[in-house]
């Protein structure tokens, strides 16, 4: 089969990329080719800029694929003209969204049935914390406007792995690893859920030789925190209290991954993978996404979003006010 992928050289569009190239199919990538990647030669380079509108995408004039997948889309000044623009060129339009869409909904497990936020004005081009699950919404919609029943919207959870850039992931893979005293938020009963990225990849590959359309969460196994700490490795670990988090300020972003039970978005780390699992969703180990990650991001010069320093200060502070 032909695949055009949008956004095809970083993280999960790369390891799209190489699932199916390692399937047998052909893939093109429509890429500004401002930055180098290490993708095989075989993979045919597209020149454009989908932030252009129609004029970014010429480089895909009078062809033809099986399928696009959209790794890139965020906005709908980005989604709608790539969508009618390929409207007949490709069989099957793939979008990747996210589990956003839901909102902080209190339904728990999430289930693609579950009613969706409001989406963005098509104006919007701003993505921040409160336009991404809004923006993800108007984009899924173009996408089922144009293509019906030829469309699929995949919905991720955070997506962890090797390359991945964001260092939400890999901070905590690499925090266990360095040792000593390792601050763990909460007391252990908090849940996280990620999916690899190379679950993803293979799913999409299934998705399009499948032709499977509709809607899929795609999620990896739930952990409780303490859990996670156990397959991290973690061998020193030191609970600290939501409470004492919040009076020493300590943000989200910082303990990425991180959602107190009950508390906001936090029925975003309880959703059901059903759906997909049914339609062939494999899972990987996550003891095997560890260990993948850390062989990864020990040489990729990621920055800590939670320093050393910073660490060591809130565990004082929860020594002087235990909770």
């Known amino acids: 089969m032909k695949i055009l992928m949008l956004g095809g050289t970083q993280f999960i569009g790369r390891h799209m990329t190489l699932a199916f190239l390692a399937a047998g199919h052909t893939v093109s990538v429509l890429t500004r080719g401002l930055s180098q990647d290490d993708l095989p030669p075989e993979v045919e380079r597209l020149r454009g800029d989908r932030d252009r509108g129609p004029a970014g995408l010429q480089a895909l004039s009078d062809r033809t694929w099986d399928a696009c997948i959209d790794v890139s889309g965020y906005t709908p000044r980005q989604v709608r003209p790539s969508a009618e623009f390929l409207r007949a060129q490709v069989q099957r339009y793939v979008f990747v969204s996210s589990v956003s869409v839901y909102g902080d909904t209190p339904r728990r497990p999430v289930r693609e049935t579950d009613p969706l936020l409001p989406a963005a004005a098509e104006d919007v081009t701003e993505i921040d914390g409160e336009t991404y699950g809004p923006l993800k919404v108007a984009c899924e919609a173009i996408v089922q406007e144009f293509y019906g029943p030829r469309g699929t919207i995949l919905r991720p959870q955070i997506v962890a792995g090797p390359h991945d850039p964001t260092g939400r992931y890999p901070y905590w893979v690499n925090r266990a690893v360095q040792g000593g005293e390792m601050l ?5 009963t908090d849940h996280l859920q990620v999916i690899d990225v190379r679950d993803l990849a293979r799913f999409t590959v299934r998705v399009v030789e499948g032709q499977l359309g509709g809607v899929f969460n ?28 919040e009076a020493q300020g300590v943000t989200s ?61 809130v565990l004082v502070a929860a020594r002087q006010n235990p909770a």
């Open 184 to 188: 763990a938020p909460g007391d252990g």
């Open 218 to 245: 795609l999620v990896g196994p739930r952990l409780s925190w303490s859990a996670f700490m156990e397959v991290l490795g973690a061998d020193e670990v030191t609970w600290v209290s939501t409470r004492v988090l």
């Open 253 to 313: 972003q910082e303990l990425p991954l991180y959602r107190p039970e009950h508390g906001p978005f936090s029925s975003l780390m309880d959703v059901d993978p059903a759906r997909s699992l049914a339609a062939g969703l494999t899972l990987t180990d996550p003891a095997v996404t560890v260990r993948d990650t850390r062989a990864w991001s020990a040489g990729a010069g990621l920055t800590p979003p939670f320093t050393p320093e910073r660490e060591a200060a």
